[in-house]
């Protein structure tokens, strides 16, 4: 046998050498849970080690996460109920919604931050869902404008990139020019590109309380703007349409079960391409891992980088102040 490929695997030092793709913690994105009022501190029941923080409690969370290396993160807001509406009104009014004034105050104290932010209008709508509900149908040209204020009310208070969530369509380039329009040329747009209506996402809508509301004339899945899990040639139509409309990232959602998707969109565009490792996808291993089923700290690590290898440029994880803990430890072993 003169070609023996077991050769290059020998030991830690020769495989570290011809190791073909890396992960670091400055490739992942850590999604945080706000809530207004203080001193709150709350375990999202279905993900265990995810809180939901007050701005105050936050603070303190968000240096350790900075000393650890994480840098980038993705803030959701949970709305208390009595601001939400039709119209999502509460969610660029800056008085009504102390998300916008939670990323101000993170903005004024981690000036070095990568924030994300989200735009859909599902936290702050009373019928769940990230467009406007009207005769049962999800408007799209109507809810864009929405998104629209939302978006510079964002980039206002210090957002460096938008990820809008609500896959309407046409959204990505009326975005762009509202915030250039605002003055803020330098915010970049991740887009949630190929956002499937997935199973995947029930402990990140418990957590926000967020899911679409029960009643006759409110759609009761978000099939009609979320992809169809079954469609891989309808993402390169998405990945065409946000490369021209001016996205900086493109993002594919939910991201194990997508993996061909990130191959996909990486083959075929020359932007950087995201996965959302989404909560679901975290409570699976999270639920396994706690059984005793699987090792934590060899399934997750290996998750990641299954999804590097996959073609993602970054990766969305509620993972990321674990495994930065890991490379401070020493304990990554591949
Ligand atoms: C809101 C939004 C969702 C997620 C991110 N932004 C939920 C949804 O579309 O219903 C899911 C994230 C996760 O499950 O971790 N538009």
Redesign the pocket.
């Known amino acids: 046998m003169n070609r023996r490929p077991r050769r290059n695997r020998k030991s830690a030092p020769v495989r570290a050498q011809v190791r073909e793709t890396h992960l670091g913690v400055e490739n992942l994105i850590y999604?945080i849970f706000l809530v207004d009022g203080e001193n709150v501190k709350s375990e999202v029941p279905s993900m265990p080690g995810n809180y939901r923080w007050s701005i105050d409690t936050v603070m303190q969370e968000l240096e350790e996460c900075m000393d650890l290396g994480v840098k980038h993160f993705d803030f959701?807001p949970a709305m208390p109920d009595d601001k939400k509406d039709k119209y999502a009104t509460s969610s660029y009014n800056p008085d009504e919604n102390f998300y916008l004034r939670a990323l101000a105050k993170i903005r004024k104290n981690f000036p070095e931050m990568v924030i994300m932010t989200?735009v859909?209008m599902?936290?702050y709508s009373t019928d769940g869902h990230?467009g406007i509900v009207e005769g049962g149908k999800i408007l799209n040209d109507e809810t864009i404008e929405i998104l629209a204020k939302m978006t510079v009310a964002q980039a206002d208070a210090g957002a460096d990139i938008i990820?809008p969530?609500?896959m309407m369509d046409g959204r990505i380039e009326y975005l762009r020019t509202e915030l250039d329009l605002a003055g803020h040329t330098d915010t970049s747009i991740m887009s949630?590109t190929a956002?499937y209506a997935s199973a995947?996402?029930?402990?990140?809508?418990d957590a926000l309380d967020?899911?679409p509301k029960e009643a006759a004339d409110i759609p009761k899945d978000?099939k009609t703007y979320?992809m169809d899990p079954a469609n891989k040639r309808e993402a390169l139509l998405e990945g065409e349409l946000d490369y021209l409309e001016g996205a900086d990232y493109l993002m594919v959602?939910?991201a194990v079960h997508y993996m061909d998707v990130i191959h996909e969109l990486k083959e075929n565009f020359n932007i950087p391409v995201a996965a959302?490792h989404?909560?679901?996808e975290?409570a699976m291993l999270i639920a396994a891992c706690q059984n005793g089923w699987l090792d934590y700290e060899r399934a997750m690590p290996e998750t990641l980088m299954s999804l590097r290898r996959a073609g993602a440029d970054s990766i969305l994880t509620?993972f990321a102040k674990d495994f930065a803990k890991m490379v401070r430890d020493g304990k990554l072993d591949w």
């Open positions: 999604p959701f989200d859909a599902d936290p990230d990820g969530s609500d949630y956002k995947f996402y029930g402990p990140f809508r967020s899911a978000k979320q959602k939910p959302y989404v909560s679901g975290c509620y």
